[in-house]
């Protein structure tokens, strides 16, 4: 599985910003993806999740009600909606693959996904 992560960019409070995950060498719908964050000088968090059967999508607290993650099938790409940005979501941003994962459920642990993009940079400034 080969990740390409997309999308980031420099945007103001309170704007949007879509990030694209695009797979290739396995489709999308047979693994669950993550989104994850690393800030400067902190460590990777989860952001958000997808189970491999589209069914159950998780959240990090501080990112409800604000990130939407998604899947394209036909697209073999993953996004991630990002609206009312904050400061506080200024980090780099990874898409990683859940190949071993259960069907029906989602994992938050990063050392659980074993393939991951290279990393989209989100600033956001006030």
């Known amino acids: 599985v080969q990740l390409q992560a997309s999308g980031g960019g420099l945007v103001q409070a309170g704007a949007s910003l879509r990030l694209s995950c695009a797979a290739s060498g396995r489709s999308v719908s047979t693994y669950g993806t993550g989104w994850f964050r690393q800030a400067p000088g902190e460590e990777r968090e989860f952001v958000a999740v997808i189970s491999r059967n589209n069914v159950i999508t998780r959240y990090a607290d501080s990112v409800k009600g604000r990130f939407t993650i998604s899947r394209d099938n036909a697209k073999n790409t993953v996004y991630l909606q990002m609206n009312s940005l904050k400061v506080e979501d200024t980090a780099i941003y990874y898409c990683?693959?859940?190949?071993?994962?259960?069907?029906?459920?989602?994992?938050?642990?990063?050392?659980?996904?074993?393939?991951w993009g290279q990393g989209t940079q989100v600033t956001v400034s006030s």
């Open positions: 990683a693959a859940d190949v071993e994962g259960p069907w029906t459920g989602v994992r938050y642990n990063d050392r659980d996904y074993e393939y």
